[in-house]
Each structure stands twice: as C-alpha cells, then as structure tokens.
T-cell receptor, first 111, second 117 residues
Framework: KQEVTQIPAALSVPEGENLVLNCSFTDSAIYNLQWFRQDPGKGLTSLLLIQSSQREQTSGRLNASLDKSSGRSTLYIAASQPGDSATYLCAVRGGSYIPTFGRGTSLIVHP | DTGVSQDPRHKITKRGQNVTFRCDPISEHNRLYWYRQTLGQGPEFLTYFQNEAQLEKSRLLSDRFSAERPKGSFSTLEIQRTEQGDSAMYLC???????????????FGPGTRLTVL
C-alpha cells in the first residue's frame, strides 16, 4: 500500500525566504506526482504535475523535482510572499490512477 | 467559469438522514473522482469514474455510500443513514488525458462540507 509523508508538517517563515517542502512515498512504481495548494475551507488548486519519466517541473516561483528511485519529491518556493500562506499537499498516483495524498505542509509566510 | 462545481457547499443534517451531493466536472473531462477530507488530513480517495463507468471504489466507501455518473457528465454521491463520523469535506475532481492541459492533472471543486448532528 502506498504511503505518502510530508515534512515538515508546519512551517512559519518571514517574507522573502526560499523554501523547500518535502514529500516522500514508499512505492516507487508511480504514474505521476502532483503538488496542490489548499486554502482554509477550500478545494485544492493544482500547482505542478510531474510524470514518472520527468525529473522536474517549473511554474513561476515554483519548482518541483522528482526522484522516483529514492521515493522523493521536493517543492521549492522562491522568494516567498504572504499570499503563499496555505497548506501544500502532494499526491502520488500509481498505475490504477488512484491517488494517495500526504497530510500536507501548513505554510505561514509573515510580512 | 468552466471549473469544477459542487452543490451544495454546506450541508447540515441529523444522524440517520440521507444526503446527496452533486458534482459538475469540467465539460470535456472524462475522469471524475470523489474524495473525503477531515481536518488535518489529506483527501482520501472514495471512488473514480471514467465516463459513466465506476472503475474503482475504496474500502472507505461502505454500503451506505453510492455514487453515480449517468451519461458520463455530472456525478452524485449519496450517503444513506448518515452517522456523525461522516462529517467531513467531500471533494470532487475531474481530469482528462486529452486537450491542452498536462496529462491527467486533477482539477478540484470547492467541496461540500457535511456536518452530521
């Protein structure tokens, strides 16, 4: 059974810092990995999707990497802003298309 | 707006009542997912449709839960004889392998928050 762990569970940083959020998974036979952001009481917003054959994806200040063999992904946020405050979730999808989510990293960026 | 929509956004019900939620996916998406999320947890997969066919069901989906997707468009999730443990946010997502978006990116709706008293 796939298990997904996200570290740290919570993070509080001053504005402008560069951040790294970690996601690890136990079964490396994955189809893709997707990073989401969730604001309190809201649905999830897709940030980046990495296919199993890819090593990284970039969108604006966000960069996600994937090391399938070691079962790890990182989400790098450059020059963090208060508007980045949210919970960040990673979801791993195996061949059956059933996604497994981590518990998320709760991020607060204070001015 | 052509995103995923869910109705209602909030539902308060008494234990033992039946409730039904609706999800309208992005129109060209052929895959539709239902999830349940409780406070402090990531979403837990419940079930998945490709077009009108229900292809996967989680063991979390007890016999009190049923989902349908007639004609491969909108979907409904019904919970019969609700229990307090059913209180959660119910999320719907859709995706498609075709079109201009990255392959199989899931797009989520705003969710339906269920409170069972």
């Amino acid at each position: 059974k796939q298990e997904v762990t996200q570290i740290p569970a919570a993070l509080s940083v001053p504005e402008g810092e560069n951040l790294v959020l970690n996601c690890s998974f136990t079964d490396s036979a994955i189809y893709n990995l997707q990073w989401f952001r969730q604001d309190p009481g809201k649905g999830l917003t897709s940030l980046l999707l990495i296919q199993s054959s890819q090593r990284e994806q970039t969108s604006g200040r966000l960069n996600a990497s994937l090391d399938k063999s070691s079962g790890r992904s990182t989400l790098y946020i450059a020059a963090s802003q208060p508007g980045d405050s949210a919970t960040y979730l990673c979801a791993v999808r195996g061949g059956s298309y059933i996604p497994t989510f981590g518990r998320g990293t709760s991020l607060i960026v204070h001015p | 707006d052509t995103g995923v929509s869910q109705d209602p956004r909030h539902k308060i019900t008494k234990r033992g009542q039946n409730v039904t939620f609706r999800c309208d996916p992005i129109s060209e998406h052929n895959r539709l997912y239902w999830y349940r999320q409780t406070l402090g947890q990531g979403p837990e997969f419940l079930t998945y449709f490709q077009n009108e066919a229900q292809l996967e069901k989680s063991r979390l989906l007890s016999d009190r839960f049923s989902a349908e997707r007639p004609k491969g468009s909108f979907s409904t999730l019904e919970i019969q004889r609700t229990e307090q443990g059913d209180s959660a946010m119910y999320l719907c997502a859709s995706s498609s392998r075709s079109g201009g978006s990255p392959t199989d990116t899931q797009y989520f709706g705003p969710g339906t928050r269920l409170t069972v008293l």
